[in-house]
């Protein structure tokens, strides 16, 4: 009997937990990072990150914070 496996999602949250946008995929796209999901559950979106703005977004974080992220992928969630 197969196993019906859901695909991954990232859920991106507001301040009091609900739920703003649910990430389905990235993916690359030439030069380009793509984000696909839907924002607040229905509508769906496309949005591209391009190099410039992932160089944007490295030179908003500082060495503690980048630490933080890492360890996020060994924490337990709630």
């Known amino acids: ?43 769906p979106m496309v949005a591209k990150v391009t190099p410039e703005e992932a160089r944007a977004a490295l030179k908003l974080l500082d060495a503690r914070t980048i630490l933080f992220i890492l360890s996020l992928l060994f924490r337990k969630g709630r």
Do not use: S
């Not at 507001?14 to 389905?24: I, P, S, T």
């Not at 796209?29 to 839907?38: F, Q, S, T, V």
């Open 1 to 43: 009997m197969a196993q019906n496996k859901k695909a991954p999602v990232m859920r991106i949250l507001d301040a009091q937990d609900k739920e703003l946008m649910a990430v389905r995929r990235i993916e690359r796209d030439g030069d380009n990072l793509m984000i696909r999901g839907k924002i607040f559950g229905a509508m």
